[in-house]
């Protein structure tokens, strides 16, 4: 079975807060500057289906899933 691997582009991201909303065990927003926080680059599997839902409703794409 594949797990995902996830990993963030702050420089893309434009703090819409879909990932956050989507999956707040896995990801956050930067108190700051509002920008992505990855809390579980690799999440367990209760919270991956959460994971990959949110990289895909990030409008700046800017949550990359890498299945391992």
Excluded: K, N, S, Y
């Amino acid at each position: 079975m594949t797990r995902p691997l996830l990993r963030v582009d702050r420089e893309r991201c434009i703090g819409a807060g879909m990932c956050a909303l989507t999956a707040p065990e896995v990801f956050d927003q930067d108190p700051g500057d509002g920008l992505v926080l990855l809390l579980r680059a690799d999440p367990p599997a209760v919270h991956q289906a959460a994971a990959r839902m949110a990289a895909g409703v990030c409008p700046a794409r800017a949550i990359a899933v890498r299945e391992e």
